[in-house]
């Protein structure tokens, strides 16, 4: 079992910085890959970013390419989400889940293990 928490969301204005963190406990010492997904309110769950379980091949949707990066400290078993240049369309409740399989994640399939989210409301 791996447990899941993120943290870090917030209410800000457009064009303010967020930085999201996961932390996972339990089974870390699997390789799993990670991905931040979001979903706002009357919408499906979307695809943001992903990193593989050595922190490499990171990926990230087009809606937040280039203002959005992810990174992983295995020493530490997070995994971070920094937003920059935030949009009221990036307004969403953010989860991160993990897999043992990157395709996984990178496909928004049925990840092994879920957090309960962290709420981001961007204002304009």
């Known amino acids: 079992q791996v447990q899941l928490v993120e943290s870090g969301g917030g209410s800000v204005q457009a064009g303010a910085s967020l930085r999201l963190s996961c932390a996972a406990s339990?089974?870390?010492?699997?390789?799993?890959?990670t991905g931040w997904f979001r979903q706002a309110p009357g919408k499906e769950r979307e695809f943001v970013a992903a990193i593989n379980w050595d922190g490499g091949s990171p990926a990230y949707a087009d809606s937040v390419k280039g203002r959005f990066t992810i990174s992983r400290d295995n020493a530490k078993n997070t995994v971070d989400l920094q937003m920059n240049s935030l949009k009221p369309e990036d307004t969403a409740v953010y989860y991160c889940?993990?897999?043992?399989?990157?395709?996984?994640?990178?496909?928004?399939?049925?990840?092994?293990?879920w957090g309960k989210g962290t709420l981001v409301i961007v204002s304009s």
């Open positions: 339990g089974r870390t010492g699997s390789r799993y890959a």
């Open positions: 889940a993990v897999d043992g399989n990157y395709y996984v994640i990178l496909g928004n399939g049925n990840m092994d293990y």
